[in-house]
């Protein structure tokens, strides 16, 4: 995984947030995401990236830090 590779995620995140940055430990319903906007958007990475997300993964991500640091730990295998 490269760095450069969480920042264009990170820039993406905020792009479909609507953001100038990403407080990781706010809640993704503060950021008026819900589930299937997650799942829209874990699928999107997946097909860019090469990674996947299980059903329950995705159910149990609570913040944006919870679902950077799952893409991070993909990204690192």
């Known amino acids: 995984m490269s760095a450069d590779q969480m920042i264009e995620i ?3 995140f905020c792009e479909r947030m609507k953001v100038e940055t990403i407080d990781e430990a706010k ?3 503060d950021f008026g995401l819900d589930s299937l906007d997650v ?5 999107d990475l ?3 990236y090469g990674i996947e ?3 329950e ?3 149990e ?3 944006v830090g919870d679902l950077l640091a799952s ?3 993909k990204l690192a295998k």
């Not at 799942?39 to 699928?43: A, D, G, I, Q, S």
């Open 53 to 55: 997300f299980s059903p």
């Open 71 to 73: 893409i991070e730990k």
């Open 39 to 43: 799942v829209e958007m874990c699928l």
């Open 10 to 12: 990170r820039k993406l």
């Open 46 to 48: 997946e097909d860019k």
């Open 57 to 59: 993964e995705l159910a």
């Open 27 to 29: 809640s993704l319903k």
């Open 61 to 63: 991500f609570k913040t």
